[in-house]
């Protein structure tokens, strides 16, 4: 039987992880697989290895991640902020994997049907630091601590004023999306890079790293749009946990020293669990 998958933070650049990619394969020819950003921070890495995926798997559906929009000195294609994302966006349909800015593909194997929805929302310093309120006072928090996310440098927001602008406009727009296609008997797959709910990130080594891991916008997302599960990345923390009934799953691989240490799962392209659609009298009590 097909199976839907999903893997995130191949990471690929990384000295050990290119091979790992060869370990990523479907258990059936139907399978699908779902790609959750941070594929790499070089754009010919990204559609490289993307490629070699689509050749696998029936449909392979990615989202962003915020490597994939870092603009280095060393990356040929010299683009930043929206430019570069639209560059990512174009380069996947022209090998056929599903973006956020394409039609959302319907599963309609075991456990569907479920409309497999990749978005692209970033963050907005909301997951504020410990004892700070504002997004200024845990951004000088993080400073202090010198835990500050390498984003602060690399990943430009143009022609936004800031990722937090950028952030909002894709919250607001993807809001709209998901309600005008809503259907309980269709429930979602919401997949985006960071979490759409703060607690996955309760579990960091270093609290003050999550005001660059989502957005209280999107909190009560999973209950507010009929959802069969959540699958998200960018923690580097592989896990499996339920929110108000809804499975999360976190799906990266990680860096060499992060998943030579905790040792790799039994299957890299990890099944997703579906919960059943609940009725619709449910849904609306929320
Ligand atoms: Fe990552
Ligand atoms: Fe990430």
Not at 26 to 51: E, K, M, Q
Request: charged share 25%; with cysteine.
């Amino acid at each position: 039987m097909p199976v839907l998958r999903a893997v995130s933070d191949l990471h690929v650049g990384h000295r050990g992880n290119r091979e790992i990619v060869d370990a990523v394969v479907p258990g059936h020819t139907g399978d699908w697989l779902i790609v959750a950003g941070d594929v790499a921070d070089r754009i010919d890495d990204v559609v490289r290895t993307l490629t070699q995926l689509r050749e696998r798997f029936a449909e392979v559906t990615w989202v962003t991640g915020n490597h994939e929009l870092w603009s280095r000195a060393k990356d040929p294609d010299q683009v930043r902020g929206v430019e570069r994302y639209e560059r990512l966006v174009s380069r996947c349909r022209s090998i056929g994997v599903h973006t956020p800015e394409d039609p959302w593909p319907v599963w309609t194997g075991p456990g569907g049907p479920v409309r497999v929805a990749p978005l692209f929302l970033l963050y907005d310093y909301s997951f504020t630091a410990p004892g700070t309120t504002t997004k200024e006072e845990s951004l000088a928090y993080a400073f202090r601590t010198g835990v500050v996310c390498t984003d602060e440098y690399l990943l430009h927001p143009d022609p936004f004023d800031s990722r937090e602008q950028w952030c909002h406009d894709r919250v607001a727009s993807t809001a709209r999306r998901l309600a005008a296609q809503s259907d309980p008997d269709v429930p979602y797959v919401l997949v985006n890079h960071w979490p759409l709910v703060r607690e996955p990130t309760r579990v960091l080594r270093y609290p003050e790293f999550a005001q660059w891991c989502g957005t209280e916008l999107t909190a009560d997302w999973h209950v507010r749009f009929p959802t069969a599960a959540m699958v998200y990345g960018h923690l580097h923390i592989p896990r499996s946990t339920v929110y108000d009934g809804v499975p999360f799953e976190e799906v990266s691989l990680g860096y060499p020293r992060e998943w030579r240490k905790r040792g790799l799962p039994a299957e890299l392209a990890r099944p997703v669990p579906l919960r059943p659609v609940p009725p619709r009298a449910e849904l609306a009590a929320h």
